[in-house]
T-cell receptor, first 115, second 116 residues
């Protein structure tokens, strides 16, 4: 079984600053993938970034980077130079090699970017 | 680029009625997933299909059924609707490759179901 924990129900950040959204996970799989999705108020689920359990380097996608600490089982999302359009719910999710192909989601963090 | 298409976008039903949600995956994607997201909740996995066969099952009520057709589109059938079924229902698709951990799921815009 896989479990994702996001301990920050809500976060505030000033425009143009960086913000870190926390995510810890638990799995017995040796091979797994970690994902971050963004859900704006309009409801769609948008893929942001992926990190594989065997990847040695932290993933980056534009302003998004993933701070992967395997020993701590954490996969924090870092958003640099926050923009007003970054205000949304952010979900951390994972899939394990033995858990089928489905994603298991955390409870999400609501990010609000302020002027 | 083509995305996952879900219909309808919104659906209003009375208690005890039935509903059918449709999902058209990204072309060449062979796996379809259904998720239920209640208000303020994280998405909960319901069921998935790989190459038209059920591949995994989550917390899907017995009142719900789903299938994937020969053209890979999928339908979620919901009967005897209850107030608690009101939620956003997502369909997602991916390339299956069972056991692969790096194939990302692409989500549709969801169907907002309201049961009155």
């Amino acid at each position: 079984a896989q479990k994702i924990t996001q301990t920050q129900p809500g976060m505030f950040v000033q425009e143009k600053e960086a913000v870190t959204l926390d995510c810890t996970y638990d799995t017995s799989d040796q091979s797994y993938g970690l994902f971050w999705y963004k859900q704006p108020s309009s409801g769609e689920m948008i893929f942001l970034i992926y990190q594989g359990s065997y990847d040695e380097q932290n993933a980056t996608e534009g302003r998004y980077s993933l701070n992967f600490q395997k020993a701590r089982k954490s996969a924090n999302l870092v958003i640099s130079a926050s923009q007003l359009g970054d205000s949304a719910m952010y979900f951390c999710a994972m899939k394990g090699a033995r858990g089928g192909n489905k994603l298991t989601f955390g409870t999400g963090t609501q990010l609000k970017v302020e002027l | 680029a083509a995305g996952v298409i879900q219909s309808p976008r919104h659906l209003i039903k009375e208690k005890r009625e039935t509903a059918t949600l449709k999902c058209y995956p990204i072309p060449r994607h062979d796996t379809v997933y259904w998720y239920q997201q209640g208000p303020g909740q994280d998405p909960q996995f319901l069921i998935s299909f790989y190459e038209k066969m059920q591949s995994d099952k989550g917390s899907i009520p017995d009142r719900f059924s789903a299938q994937q057709f020969s053209d890979y589109h999928s339908e979620l059938n919901m009967s005897s609707l209850e107030l608690g079924d009101s939620a956003l229902y997502f369909c997602a698709s991916s390339l299956g490759r069972q056991g692969s951990t790096n194939e990302k799921l692409f989500f549709g815009s969801g169907t907002q179901l309201s049961v009155l």
